[in-house]
């Protein structure tokens, strides 16, 4: 069966056609940076104004570059939620129409579920099915979050941000910095032109037990990137006007403050044993320095570390295709009469 994806989570416009089993015959995504950049991050009613002006083409350019018609398309697969609600709006409009037109079936997917379905996308990977359990890290501009899954693949959220996401704290590191928008990409391209170390070492957000915030999370598998932003302009202000190198050492301290805080907590995470895998997904784990720092905690702890091709690593539509194809998220009747939901949450 070929499924049709469409996602619209965020700022991304994407339709994607996979075959059930996992083979990507399309994926296209119509990115909306150059919109978003002057403002230095995702304003939502410019991203939905474009969605609704892209969903249409980018749909029919999926599905001819698949080299399919409509006609054989088995389902729809859509992203329902969590995302910006006017975002997903559209998305989920779209596939609600085709579904109907077509008069087959609708699946409403999880986004972050989406994302952990990214890391089995690449040819001669494992199914899904057969690394279970399986410990998962997404990390993104709006998610950063550890979530364990069973043998009977449900999903269980054992540490996450209390703040803001990863790849928030790396585009207002960019904007401090002068290093343009998205932030991850400039971040770590200056990073990467670092001549020494800084001398100053930003801190990585540790959470007390007690914080009200955890709501029965372990603190030890939690996140906080607030205070991280905040160190750097106390930095900033302290040490004004930095010149080109300096700028490129504290954009390297501010990265290793993130890539440790993330690679800590999935190390103790894994340090309880069980697992058979370790999967990374979303637009972060695009990051090198943090693809690095994952792999040698995925050897510490003996398991395979399962990272998404780079095309793979943003929103997209293919992970939610193959994540329908595989048989999850919700059909029927019920699909019909979601709505968008916004706060979503991968434990359903």
């Keep these: 069966m070929l499924v049709l994806g469409i996602e619209s989570s965020c700022d991304e416009t994407a339709a994607a056609v996979v075959r059930a089993g996992g083979e990507v015959l399309s994926s296209v995504v119509h990115t909306q940076i150059a919109l978003h950049a002057p403002h230095g991050g995702v304003v939502p009613e410019i991203a939905s104004r474009s969605h609704l002006e892209m969903i249409a083409p980018v749909i029919r350019k999926a599905v001819e570059e698949a080299g399919c018609a409509f006609a054989d398309i088995g389902a729809v697969a859509v992203t329902y939620g969590p995302g910006l609600a006017s975002s997903l709006l559209v998305g989920l409009s779209a596939a609600k129409g085709l579904a109907t037109a077509l008069s087959i079936p609708l699946v409403c997917i999880d986004h972050v ?60 590191a960019s904007k401090l910095l002068g290093l343009g928008y998205p932030g991850g990409p400039a971040i770590q391209k200056a990073a990467m032109g670092a001549h020494g170390p800084l001398g100053h070492v930003f801190p990585q957000g540790r959470i007390s ?16 990137f607030s205070g991280l932003k905040t160190s750097l302009r106390t930095y900033l202000a302290a040490n004004p006007d930095p010149d080109e190198e300096r700028v490129r050492r504290i954009a390297a301290a501010y990265q290793d403050a993130i890539v440790e805080a993330l690679a800590s907590r999935c190390a103790k995470a894994l340090a309880k044993g069980g697992y058979r895998a370790f999967a990374v997904g979303g637009g972060v784990s695009l990051n090198a320095a943090l693809r690095a720092r994952l792999k040698e905690v995925a050897d510490e702890a003996g398991v395979p570390l399962l990272l998404p091709e780079p095309k793979y690593c943003g929103d997209n539509a293919a992970m939610v295709a193959a994540l329908a194809g595989e048989g999850e998220g919700i059909t029927g009747p019920a699909a019909m009469l979601l709505d968008a939901t916004p706060g979503l949450s991968v434990e359903g």
């Design 113 to 172: 579920a989406a994302h952990i379905q990214s890391a089995f996308l690449a040819p001669g990977s494992p199914r899904k099915r057969d690394s279970l359990p399986l410990l998962a890290l997404v990390v993104s501009g709006g998610h950063s979050a550890i979530i364990g899954l069973g043998p009977d693949g449900k999903a269980r959220i054992l540490g996450q941000t209390l703040d803001d996401a990863a790849g928030e704290a790396f585009d207002k």
């Design 209 to 224: 037990p007690g914080n009200p915030g955890l709501g029965g999370l372990r603190a030890d598998l939690c996140f906080s």
